[in-house]
DNA sequence: CTTTTGTCGTTAGCCGCCTAACTATCGGTC
DNA sequence: GACCGATAGTTAGGCGGCTAACGACAAAAG
């Protein structure tokens, strides 16, 4: 969804000439980051409409694709049971937000929620026929997409692509920003 | 935010696995769908967590910004209005959502709300002393994160990252993807 | 066995974004 | 001068995220 800064990214000189009276400012760093959120955004999007198109939003899409990637490990038994706290740890949604998801795709038919034979507080959710159908029908139009924005990339460029994205999410997930400190005991205040 | 598809992205040899089952799939392309998704929503999740510290959201960030990169423009005079409608287009939001944003910010005392002098159909929206001064504060620890995310990416690697997103970027705004007609017409209907 | 601690799923309430519809106003046409 | 389409801003309602709190249950501590 557009959650975005600017829509049309600012010009390399507006950021020099911005970094003059900011000097936090790392003119190359910031034209990366913002042709990164943008980039992410219109990819985000790209596949998001098709999967409107089935009444499927990105938050349930990936309780499907989770359930479904499960099913490969486990393909001798049609079930493959997953419970709504690991399906929220996949996703990275939150539990509450979960239990709103398979409400969800509960009611349209696509998995169903039966009590865990073990724990009587975990519930068991699994993706049905119909649920299966769906993605065969959703997924290859959804994979043509996906090769058809990445067309343009030969493949060294995709690996380079990779190697640059993976440096960026590692980055932001194994350290902490600077000034974490100073800031997170600010509090908001006002309003 | 986080809107996801799958926390942890699966390994290359899954996908190559899962294309022998759906010729769709192009492995290298999902792989880089996949980490660019990631990866522009953990760079997002950065710096939302800052401007969260000052009762930001990254939409009240949006129109700050706006207001303040107009404020470039004309710095003779302090006022730089813009009319509703140009901070919706330039932030990606639609009218409906950047009169709720204006609203806050308003209450907030970030921003002024005039009537425009020639049209009275428009409002003129300014950035108050007082959203200035929040701007002053914000800005500098937001462009040292940004910095700070960037920092393992050396100069050329830089260069590089913004040449491939912005290719793949081209690529989302100005074509139109595969099969688009055919599910265009698709309607959901069933719940 | 009892108590404590922790986990699971759910609920309630908030916020930001959307679409659709409405009102007020402008500009052109007759 | 009176209509008429287009446009600006707002409102109403929906949806999908979030946090905080809850009751039910399991596992460890006593």
């Not at 949604?93 to 998801?101: D, E, F, I, P």
């Amino acid at each position: 969804m557009p959650h975005l800064l600017l829509k049309d990214l600012p010009r390399y000189e507006c950021l020099l000439e911005a970094a003059r009276e900011f000097p936090d400012l790392d003119p190359s760093a910031t034209e990366v980051f913002l042709h990164l959120l943008r980039a992410g955004d219109e990819a985000f999007r790209v596949v998001e409409e098709h999967l409107a198109q089935h009444d499927i939003s990105q938050g349930r899409f990936g309780v499907l694709m989770a359930l479904w990637g499960n099913c490969q490990d486990a393909e001798n038994k049609n079930e493959k049971p997953l419970t709504p706290a690991e399906l929220a740890e996949r996703t990275g949604v939150t539990r509450a937000t979960m239990t709103g998801l398979v409400d969800t795709l509960e009611r349209a038919g696509f998995v169903t929620r039966t009590a865990h034979p073990d724990d009587r507080r975990m519930m068991s959710v699994c993706l049905t026929k119909r649920g299966e159908k769906l993605l065969a029908r959703i997924l290859p139009p959804h994979f043509r997409r996906m090769a058809w924005l990445m067309e343009p990339l030969s493949e060294p460029e995709r690996r380079t692509f990779v190697r640059l994205l993976t440096k960026v999410l590692t980055r932001a997930t194994t350290s902490t920003p600077p000034s974490a400190r100073d800031e997170e005991t600010v509090r908001p205040g006002r309003a």
